[in-house]
């Protein structure tokens, strides 16, 4: 039987994937139009006719002639030394750190260590890293932990039009509870301008919270001088104001050294770096203002309550240690990789729109639009060519709305919903790069001559 899968478009169509020959050459072809009458708005189905592991006649499916992971801005695999260092907290080694007896202390002793290795990497004290469950729950905290705490000097938080929702949906959730949040606009490569953040300080700021990466254009912002202004102008105050830095894209290519950046609170999530999911990381300077979220065990200094995810701490430490030792090396070989399939998109695909800084931006990040095609098609055209990339955010891509990101800093609606991102990683390879560049373009030019897939023009 058939698969089939369905996804947004502006248009109700529907297309069939028929490898008459199989592998790369099958191609995509327009077929009826069906709008399913259950649906509120337009859908793109794609019917795929290929069959599932093995067909009822026990023929073999058709695979991609070649697989290629370019989202790593999703996710990471768990790096082999990482998910060793784990298996025997799974198994033998199965203790409740908040224990006193043996096997409790040593996971306790595990979680000591893994706390020591990561305070060395982001240069800190071990009892300013705490462990969450991941980069959502680090920024949520810090957001919302560092406000509450300094409720009763001000209530006005400060961030960037182009932060995760896991910001910008907590300054939100804030303004519940009495906060006012200023939104600093970016330039149209998605550039924070520090003198406009330090502008927007007033009497009443009490917390700045601006990514040191962006997720999905991959711009890197000046953190540092940002920290500086702030922390400048609060001392003209004689006020406490926090300076927040989500850095869950720059783990493994970029520095980590809170005390260089200046920041008093900083988030990670342990897999976008080849560590497991569910475990993050905030550090959180001593002495800074936090009202805990999660009550009720006293864990991690009373910040942060809950049985410590000890298997999960101890791999994030493990995948920390190798990303950051490894980052000059990995930032080499992923930006000369992303130079390539930049250029090379570039050259073969006429009207496309490079989106985020030429030159600040992660080594490992492409993302570009495609006028007059929306993003999806392309998408599920790369996938069944085995190649696995992403239209934006990993968080958000169940959205209709087209990427905060991109209108942010510019980028029409229509265009938006026309946009790829590559997320290079250290196992991808040039063969790898001219695999894409062998694929997308021809795609691309099919789809642009499909009117009723085409973007609102």
């Known amino acids: 039987m058939p698969r089939q899968c369905a996804i947004r478009s502006s248009t109700a169509r529907i297309l069939e994937w028929s490898p008459e020959t199989g592998g790369p050459n099958a191609s995509l072809r327009p077929l009826t139009i069906v709008p399913p009458p259950f649906l509120t708005f337009p859908m793109l189905y794609l019917r795929v006719s290929a069959t599932s592991r093995e067909d009822q006649k026990g023929m ?3 695979q991609p002639a070649r697989m290629v992971y370019t989202d790593h801005a999703a996710t990471t695999p768990v790096c082999p030394e990482a ?46 890293v705490i462990f969450t469950s991941g980069g959502t729950e680090s920024d949520n905290a810090a957001v919302k932990g560092g406000a509450l705490a300094l409720k009763q ?16 949906h907590a300054c939100q959730q804030m303004e ?19 003198d406009a953040v330090a502008r927007a300080v007033t009497g009443q700021t009490v917390l700045v919270s601006v990514m040191l990466a962006n997720n999905e254009i991959g711009t890197i912002q000046p953190v540092e001088e940002i920290a500086a202004l702030v922390k400048a102008e609060a001392k003209r105050q004689g006020r406490t104001i926090i300076v927040h830095t989500d850095a869950v894209q720059a783990a493994g290519y970029l520095s980590l050294d809170v005390r260089k950046l200046g920041v008093d609170m900083l988030s990670l999530s342990a897999h976008k770096f080849g560590g497991p999911k569910g475990v993050g990381i905030l550090y959180m300077r001593r002495g800074v203002p936090f009202f805990p979220l999660i009550v009720g065990g006293g864990q991690e200094r009373e910040r942060r309550s809950g049985t410590e995810n000890v298997p999960g701490i101890v791999g994030a430490a493990e995948a920390l240690v190798l990303a950051d030792k490894d980052r000059d090396a ?35 990040n492409v993302n570009v639009s495609f006028p007059g095609i929306e993003g999806e098609p392309v998408l599920l055209g790369l996938d069944l060519k085995g190649v696995f990339a992403s239209s934006g955010s990993a968080c ?25 991102r590559f997320t290079l990683g250290h196992e991808n390879s040039e063969e790898d ?24 023009r």
Do not use: W
């Open 396 to 420: 958000s891509t169940a959205s209709l709305e087209p990427s905060h990101v991109l209108t942010a800093i510019g980028r029409p609606a229509d265009v938006a919903r026309g946009s790829l």
């Open 83 to 128: 998910l060793q260092a784990m298996l025997p907290y799974f198994s033998t080694l199965y203790g409740n750190a908040s224990s006193i007896y043996t096997l409790a202390q040593e996971s306790r002793k595990a979680v000591d260590t893994a706390r020591e290795k990561v305070a060395r990497v982001l240069n800190c004290r071990p009892s300013e």
């Open 153 to 168: 000097t001000g209530n006005h938080i400060i961030t960037s039009a182009v932060e995760h929702h896991a910001v910008l």
């Open 330 to 364: 990995a930032s080499r070989h992923v930006a000369k990789l992303r130079d390539q399939l930049i250029a090379g998109i570039q050259a073969r695909i006429p009207n496309v729109l490079l989106n985020g800084h030429p030159e600040k931006r992660l080594p490992n």
């Open 60 to 62: 073999p499916m058709t």
């Open 433 to 456: 790069v001219q695999y894409i560049l062998q694929v997308l373009p021809d795609l691309v030019q099919k789809l642009r001559g499909m009117p009723s897939l085409a973007a609102h």
């Open 176 to 194: 519940q509870f009495g906060f006012a949040t200023t939104v600093v606009s970016v330039d149209k490569s998605g550039l924070v301008d520090p």
